[in-house]
């Protein structure tokens, strides 16, 4: 038993490391398969403007993911939203990811403490492929994340 847990957690941490869901059609259909799993539940509506993308890297596509569903986790646990919106499109050779939510917003100042990583590690995400992240809020008016992120590098 505890040899079969051991492994039922390895592949799921291997699977947390590089998604399978990038192993398909490619990153805007998983990201379009990701907002399917939140569409719906809670009450949250989902919209998607998802281009295909350039020819990006490994790296940038699983890095766009992560911050993806970091983004999307934020909006639909923490910021009470009724509608989320994921738009990717590029820029040249730049991917830009946006993940737009009209929850509560919040304090950026407090984004930082202790024991809250999400923004975080989407910013040093963005700043391990070359990329940056920007993140607009106020209390009571919804968030907008925004990472920009080479193609290739």
Do not use: C, K
Not at 104 to 115: K, L, R
């Amino acid at each position: 038993r505890a040899a079969t847990a051991g492994l039922a957690e390895t592949r799921r941490l291997i699977l947390e490391l590089r998604p399978e869901a990038l192993s398909g059609r490619g990153l805007a259909d998983a990201l379009g398969r990701l907002l399917e799993t939140v569409d719906g539940t809670g009450g949250v509506r989902t919209a998607a403007d998802l281009a295909p993308e350039t020819a990006a890297t490994a790296e940038v596509r699983q890095t766009l993911y992560r911050i993806a569903q970091e983004a999307l986790q934020n909006a639909t646990r923490h910021a009470g939203a009724g509608t989320v919106t994921m738009r990717l499109y590029h820029d040249g050779a730049t991917l830009i990811l946006e993940v737009v939510d009209d929850g509560g917003g919040f304090d950026p100042s407090a984004a930082d403490q202790p024991g809250r990583l999400g923004l975080r590690s989407m910013r040093e995400r963005a700043d391990a492929v070359g990329g940056r992240l920007a993140v607009r809020t106020d209390p009571g008016h919804g968030t907008r994340v925004r990472a920009y992120l080479p193609a290739g590098r």
